[in-house]
């Protein structure tokens, strides 16, 4: 009733009973019970469920709200360091974060990239991008949670060649790329650790594990955001698994990326 700024003779009204029958189930020496119909009728009316209200769960969502909640589709934007992925970040803050990216990371894209990357989107795309890019660039560089993030061998080679996502862009677009991520994998590490798997051995769709409140699959128009713990665990096992099938990891990561051919 206090959350809901609802007094007793709201309540009272909500539910069609009488104030001091109200007033009897809130009497903290004597309380009275109340009947099943009553008991939904408050439920309904606080818009919670009648299990918590008796001390069955801990949970005061209503069941369907809990199934709504716990997995949900949000739109994406064409870039993922958009707003909404920036509110869950800073609501992780203090906890790791782990992420497989669709591409190379976002965060880690310098502005030629970006420019490049942008540039047949949409009008001011490149614009929205670039801000973007420095709100997570800022978010990184404060240090308010550790991040791994897990990418497959053959996206810097990629880069690196000018094949597949990377073909148009110039060499020295690329070969600057490439060393801006090399260049935060060492300054920051261990606050933040990369970790390259062979996509042939094991793969992973994009992801994100935002600590123990919640998980995202990236699947192009939408992310699938999962807030169940159970969810939230398995998705982070996913993660882990590709970290331990890693064959380039940690302080390894820069001489890999300065040792590529940049053709």
Not at 16 to 41: C, E, F, K, W
Not at 60 to 77: F, T
Not at 184 to 207: E, K, W
Request: aromatic share 8%.
């Amino acid at each position: 009733m206090t959350h809901k700024d609802i007094t007793r003779s709201a309540l009272a009204r909500l539910t069609g009973a009488d104030r001091s029958t109200i007033g009897q189930l809130l009497n903290t020496d004597m309380p009275r019970l109340p009947n099943a119909q009553l008991a939904a009728d408050i439920a309904a009316g606080l818009g919670t469920s009648t299990d918590w209200l008796l001390g069955l769960t801990d949970r005061p969502e209503r069941p369907g709200d809990i199934v709504a909640s716990a997995l949900s589709l949000s739109p994406a934007n064409r870039t993922s360091a958009d707003d909404q992925l920036m509110g869950w970040h800073l609501e992780a803050r203090g906890h790791k974060i782990r992420h497989v990216p669709a591409a190379l990371p976002d965060m880690l894209k310098n502005e030629d990239f970006i420019e490049w990357e942008y540039v047949t989107h949409r009008p001011n795309g490149s614009d929205t991008a670039l801000q973007a890019l420095h709100d997570q660039r800022e978010w990184l560089l404060k240090g308010d949670s550790d991040m791994e993030i897990a990418l497959p061998l053959h996206e810097l080679e990629s880069c690196a060649a000018g094949t597949g996502y990377y073909d148009g862009a110039s060499r020295d677009v690329r070969a600057a790329q490439l060393e801006t991520i090399a260049a935060y994998a060492d300054t920051l590490y261990p606050r933040l650790r990369m970790f390259l798997f062979d996509a042939r051995n094991v793969f992973s769709a994009p992801i994100t594990v935002f600590g123990t409140t919640l998980a995202v699959i990236y699947v192009g128009k939408f992310y699938l955001t999962f807030r169940e713990t159970a969810r939230i665990r398995d998705i982070a096992t996913q993660f882990d698994w590709l970290v331990r099938e890693a064959v380039i990891d940690g302080r390894d990561i820069p001489g890999h990326i300065r040792a590529l051919r940049i053709k």
